[in-house]
């Protein structure tokens, strides 16, 4: 949590941002260094707890050689210059359906200096940014976005451009970035650290782990946004829109009308929106990306659901969202591991390590996910009366039609 004064400083970056679109920010890296600002990004880099980077030093070694020290050393290197970031680790994660996703992994000092840039540039740029980008922002959930998506489709904007970027975080033009953050910041201190993190990762794109990354991901992909925001204006009928677009970071649908009528919009909403992304340096990945008609049965993916059209009891057309089938996949395979103790809530350890189906309403909607809570419920009933090992079978029923 920031500090009373550093949330003040965020408050006035944004007020002053949002009121004037075209100022440009100076004199920021002095709060940047600030001893309060250092230590509120070193506490949000504790509470994240990850991994070291490539020297190898963890929050365990900081803190009993105190972290008071450890913050004034790197504050002397940032203010006399010779702040240098050290190489990312990577690490490769692999993909379902093939292929890796790289990570990497900043030191843990170079993780507080990006978070320390993050805590002063993010109000900043929170002022430019469009209301259909939900990722990673403050205030802004994966909930709200397929809400946003849902309601949508109430309105009948039933033919969705479904656009798959081809590693984003990996086609980032580093000069590219650096002249849309100049353009509201005027700091050339700011500007030079910046250019050092971006350096430290390769000659393109942005580190998969990095605190600052996410509102740079956010910044680069603005002027897509804003396309969007523009053809979602120019073409609405009074109080209804005919487009409506969510993005969550590199995850971006775009929903049209069902009226043939807009099929030139459809079109033209479908070519600029991959002509900005190739002015970006970002290219589309043909096989993946389509563009889906949910009125003739059709279905897409987006954020973890997948979404249709069904016809509701009433007759009412109303779009039915549900998790793909191996997300439900994995939910089960960890339902059987925990229920194959005996118990809901394994005795001893940490309450961090025992799984909760509960806990999915942090991701899931609870609709998406009450088969979970309902075979939760009934097993928690059951252990109170059945023995232990005399429950497996009745499990195992439960878990069967679940599936």
Not at 196 to 224: C, D, E, F, K
Not at 365 to 389: I, K, V
Request: hydrophobic share 40%.
């Amino acid at each position: 949590m920031a500090s009373l004064s550093v949330q003040d400083l965020q408050r006035r970056l944004y007020a002053k941002a949002k009121s004037d679109p075209a100022w440009r920010f100076w004199g920021l890296y002095v709060h940047v260094y600030k001893p309060e600002t250092l230590r509120a990004a070193y506490a949000v880099a504790k509470a994240n707890n990850g991994a070291p980077g490539i020297d190898g030093v963890t929050f365990e070694v900081i803190e009993a050689a105190d972290a008071e020290a450890f913050l004034a050393q790197l504050r002397d290197e940032l203010i006399s210059g010779s702040y240098r970031p050290l190489p990312t680790r990577k690490h490769a994660i692999p993909k379902r359906g093939g292929g890796v996703r790289t990570l990497q992994i900043p030191a843990i000092r170079d993780r507080v200096v990006q978070g320390a840039l993050k805590l002063i540039l993010e109000p900043i740029f929170e002022a430019d940014f469009q209301p259909g980008s939900y990722g990673y922002r403050p205030k802004r959930t994966a909930h709200q976005t397929v809400a946003r998506v849902a309601e949508a489709i109430v309105l009948r904007k039933t033919r969705v451009i479904d656009l798959d970027l081809a590693a984003y975080f990996d086609n980032v033009q580093h000069h590219v970035l650096l002249k849309m953050v100049a353009k509201r910041v005027s700091d050339p201190a700011v500007l030079r650290v910046l250019k050092l993190i971006l350096r430290a990762t390769g000659r393109r794109g942005l580190p998969q782990g990095g605190p600052l990354s996410p509102v740079l991901s956010n910044i680069y992909l603005t002027p897509v946004d804003c396309m969007l925001e523009k053809a979602r204006d120019t073409t609405r009928h009074g109080p209804f829109w005919y487009v409506t677009y969510a993005r969550w970071a590199d995850d971006l649908v775009i929903l049209v009308h069902a009226d043939r009528r807009q099929d030139w919009l459809l079109k033209a909403v479908y070519r600029r929106a991959r002509e900005e992304l190739a002015k970006l340096g970002i290219p589309v990945n043909e096989e993946k990306s389509r563009v889906v008609d949910l009125e003739r049965g059709e279905t897409f993916t987006f954020l973890g659901f997948e979404f249709r059209q069904v016809c509701s009891l009433h007759g009412a057309w109303r779009p039915q969202y549900t998790p793909v089938r191996h997300k439900r996949t994995e939910l089960l395979q960890k339902l059987r591991e925990v229920f194959r103790r005996h118990r809901s809530h394994p005795a001893g350890g940490h309450p961090r390590d025992q799984f909760d189906p509960r806990g999915l309403a942090q991701l899931f909607p609870d609709r998406a996910c009450w088969p979970a809570l309902q075979l939760h419920s009934s097993l928690g009933r059951e252990e109170n009366t059945t023995p232990l090992g005399a429950g497996g079978t009745a499990v195992r029923i439960r878990l069967e039609k679940v599936e």
